[in-house]
């Protein structure tokens, strides 16, 4: 039996968790990709069932998933989108196969670094689309994808070779970009009714068939800590969390955090626990939401979560976590 000095420790850790703060690169980057997925739902008009968040694409083998920022079904065909925040100053390298990112202070250049040329980047992920759609028997000619590459921070400064590719949006020509998916109400009636082949708009039945292959993609799993960060990745569980997750979309957990209470408690003879609550998958009502279940877990029980781009998977205390947002 654990004694009452060792409860009051674990209260104090429950009550007071470390703080996982957000990386400040990664969350204005996140920052980015939800004003641009905003802008094109209100200026642009599109519709929020043709404006589809990171999706993971498989590859040829099913090997391996290429994440894609934003891509927006039209009657024009796919826009593929990498959403970019990058500040200071871009340029080409003379191989083109990389950015150069220099951070300058006065008339010093402070720092360098160099990145993967996005543009290849998503040219080869919007062909991996392409591929996947056709697997799934959507048909669509290479003229139907519109790659680009969205740079989203105003306050960057852009080598002409940067600013004048064909697949790169800049901050000054963001507008142009929002204004060219609004179209004449005749013009989307009578484009859908020419055939594709003479045409190269997508039909009405084409659109709905690469509607419903895309909301088949899937995308990934957000975790979000104590503090404000937030993970990206896939939800692994633990033995006491067993559940559908096609059922489920979000996982909140409860805590206490009142250090006099969880001290009481403790005196009491009382162990830390945390209280998960399931929300249903489009539950969401006139009165509040749906709840699937509820279980309580230990405090310090590990919750497994497998970050992007790391090959093994974390084990996270439930005591650190504010929710878990389930991809469908």
Known sequence: MIGIT???????QASSPPKHVDNEAEKAGREAEEELENLLLSSAGLKNSDVFRRLRIPDNFQTHRHEIDIVILTGEGIYCIEVKNYGGELVLCKDESYWEKRKNSGKFTTSVSQVPNPVLSIRNKSQILRNHLMRAGICLHERSFFPRVVLMNKNCKIDDLIENDYYVVTHKNLQKFLASFKQPISTMITDPLIPYFFSGKLSYSQIDQTRNALCQIGTWDIMELHGGRQLVGDYK???ELSFDRSE?????????????LSSMWAVLGYTPTVSATLFKRN???WFG????GNVVLP???DIGFQIAG????SKIPANDIHCIKLSK
């Open 237 to 239: 569980g633990c033995t």
């Open 248 to 260: 489920v979309e979000k996982m909140v957990l409860v805590h206490q955090r009142n250090t006099v």
């Open 299 to 301: 405090y310090n029980k």
């Open 289 to 292: 939401h749906s709840i699937v």
């Open 283 to 285: 539950g969401a009502g």
């Open 6 to 12: 060792s409860r009051l420790i674990q209260a104090q």
């Open 310 to 313: 790391e090959s093994h998977v």
